[in-house]
C-alpha cells in the first residue's frame, strides 16, 4: 500500500516556527519602511501595506492577492517597462521571503528532537472518526503480504522537516496491521522547491494573472508553468506520487485557489479509483461536545476542498464520499533526544 501524506504550513506551525503570513507581514513592513528611505519601491509591498485591515490569513491569500493586483492597479500593465518591474519587485519578494524563512528555520533547535513517525502510523485508524475507522482496515487487508510505503510531500520551503526525518526512525514494524511486514518512509519531496532551490511563490491558473503579460512573462507567477520550467524532474515526481496513492492524507494545508492544481490531481485519482482522502485540520479550542458545530466544520472543509479542486459540480456527490476530516489532531508529533 502507497500511503501519501501532504503537509502544509501547519505542520512548521506546530513545531513552533514563526511561518505564518502575518508573521512574515509584520517583519517586512519595518524593513519596507527603511528601504523606502532610501529610494526603494515595490508595486507589491506597497499594495500590502497600504491596506490597513489586511485581513489575510494564509499564505493562498497572499499569493492570490499579487495575481489580483496585475488585474486591479493598471498602472501595473500600462507600459512594457512597469510589467518589466513588476516582475522584478516579485522576484524581490520571493528573495526577501526566502531571507526570513531561513532565519525562522536557523533559529529552530533541530538536534534536540525527532519525529515519533511510528506513533502517527500506528494511530492513523484510531485517529478518524468512528463511522470511518473500517476504511482503513479495510485497505490494510487488500494490502496483502508486502510492506507498506509512505510517500511525504511537504509544500513547505523550510528544511526543519528534512533535519528530523534524516534522523528519526523511518523504518518499523507496521502495528496498524499487526503483522510481519514494515512501514518504509521515503524522503520528503518539496513540492514547491526549497529555499536553496527554486522557491516556488505565486497563483495556480492563469485566469489569475492579468492577461495583458506575455506566455513567457505569466510563466513566472503561475506555480505548475514555474515547475515546468526550472523544476520539471519534481514536477513529475509529485504527480507519480499522487496517481500511485491507494490513501491520500492532508495535513496543516490551505486548500486555496493557488494550489488547484495539486487538488485536482488529488480529486481525479479519488473519483477515478476511490482513494479515500483524508484531511486533518486544526480549530484553536477545538470543542466536539457540539454536534451541529462539528457537523458544520466538517462540511466546511469539504466543500473548501471541492471548490478549490478545479473540477465541476457533477463530480461533487462521488467525490464527498471519498473525503474524511479529522477535527484537531495532529500528526509527526515532536519526541525530545
Not at 208 to 213: A, E
Not at 229 to 239: G, H, P, S, V, Y
Not at 281 to 299: F, M, S, T, W
Request: aromatic fraction near 12%.
Amino acid at each position: 500500500m502507497n500511503i501519501t501524506y501532504i503537509v502544509g504550513n501547519g505542520l512548521d506551525l506546530q513545531y513552533g516556527l514563526k511561518t505564518r503570513y502575518k508573521d512574515f507581514y509584520n517583519y517586512q513592513k519595518s524593513k519596507y519602511d527603511e528601504r523606502k528611505k532610501k529610494g526603494y519601491s515595490n508595486y507589491i509591498y506597497e499594495s500590502l501595506f497600504k491596506d490597513q485591515v489586511n485581513d489575510y490569513e494564509n499564505w493562498s491569500d497572499f499569493e492570490i492577492s499579487i495575481g489580483e493586483l496585475t488585474q486591479k492597479n493598471l498602472d501595473i500593465t500600462v507600459t512594457e517597462d512597469n510589467k518589466e518591474k513588476f516582475i522584478d519587485d516579485f522576484a524581490d519578494v520571493v528573495d526577501d521571503l526566502r531571507d526570513y524563512l531561513r532565519e525562522v528555520q536557523n533559529s529552530f533547535d533541530v538536534e534536540k528532537y525527532t519525529i515519533d513517525f511510528e506513533g502517527t502510523l500506528t494511530n492513523l485508524r484510531n485517529n478518524l472518526p468512528s463511522i470511518h475507522q473500517n476504511i482503513i482496515t479495510q485497505l490494510t487487508e487488500q494490502s496483502g503480504r508486502e510492506h507498506d510505503y509512505i510517500n511525504l510531500l511537504t509544500l513547505n520551503y523550510t528544511d526543519v522537516f528534512d533535519k528530523l526525518y534524516n534522523q528519526s526512525v523511518t523504518n518499523f514494524y507496521n502495528q496498524l496491521r499487526n503483522n510481519q511486514y514494515y512501514f518504509y518512509l521515503k524522503t520528503p519531496v518539496h513540492v514547491h522547491g526549497t529555499l536553496e532551490e527554486s522557491t516556488i511563490l505565486g497563483v495556480s491558473e492563469e485566469s489569475q494573472i492579468s492577461d495583458t503579460f506575455s506566455d513567457e512573462q505569466k510563466e513566472i507567477f503561475i506555480k505548475k508553468s514555474s515547475l515546468a520550467a526550472f523544476r520539471e524532474n519534481l514536477d513529475e515526481k509529485t504527480t507519480k506520487i499522487i496517481s500511485s496513492s491507494d490513501l491520500i492524507i492532508l495535513f496543516g494545508v490551505s486548500l486555496g485557489m493557488t494550489d488547484t492544481y495539486i487538488w485536482k490531481q488529488i480529486a481525479e485519482k479519488s473519483i477515478e479509483t476511490g482513494i479515500p482522502i483524508i484531511i486533518y485540520h486544526y480549530v484553536e479550542n477545538y470543542d466536539a461536545g457540539n454536534p451541529i458545530r462539528v457537523r458544520r466544520l466538517y462540511k466546511n472543509l469539504e466543500d473548501k476542498f471541492i471548490q478549490n479542486c478545479g473540477l465541476g459540480l457533477e463530480h461533487e456527490k462521488d467525490l464527498r464520499k471519498n473525503l474524511i476530516t479529522v477535527i484537531g489532531k495532529s500528526i509527526f508529533e515532536l519526541e525530545e533526544v
